[in-house]
């Protein structure tokens, strides 16, 4: 049970460490001021807001951004409305 613990913690760990080396997300963007140009600039268009939210530190937000930028239907999508 021991070498258990130890393995889940490392993997853990690891996956963490992994994760903080990416620079996806901006750490000094401010997400209150984004979110709310987004949604007066939809309402004045009559669209909706798609909110992706995360962390560089995230190792699930990562694989979801690498998710949207390997696929060639969602990437181009992406890439036309997000401020990234």
Avoid at 42 to 53: D, T, W, Y
Avoid at 61 to 69: G, I, L, N, P, S
């Amino acid at each position: 049970m021991y070498k258990l613990i130890v393995a889940f913690a490392f993997f853990l760990s690891a996956n963490v460490l992994w994760a903080q080396k990416v620079e996806i997300y901006n750490p000094d963007a401010d997400a209150q001021k984004e979110v709310a140009d987004a949604v007066k600039k939809a309402s004045a268009e009559g669209k909706h807001v798609f909110l992706q939210i995360g962390g560089n530190w995230c190792p699930w937000c990562v694989k979801f951004h690498r998710f949207v930028d390997n696929d060639s239907e969602l990437k181009p999508l992406w890439r036309k409305t997000s401020k990234l």
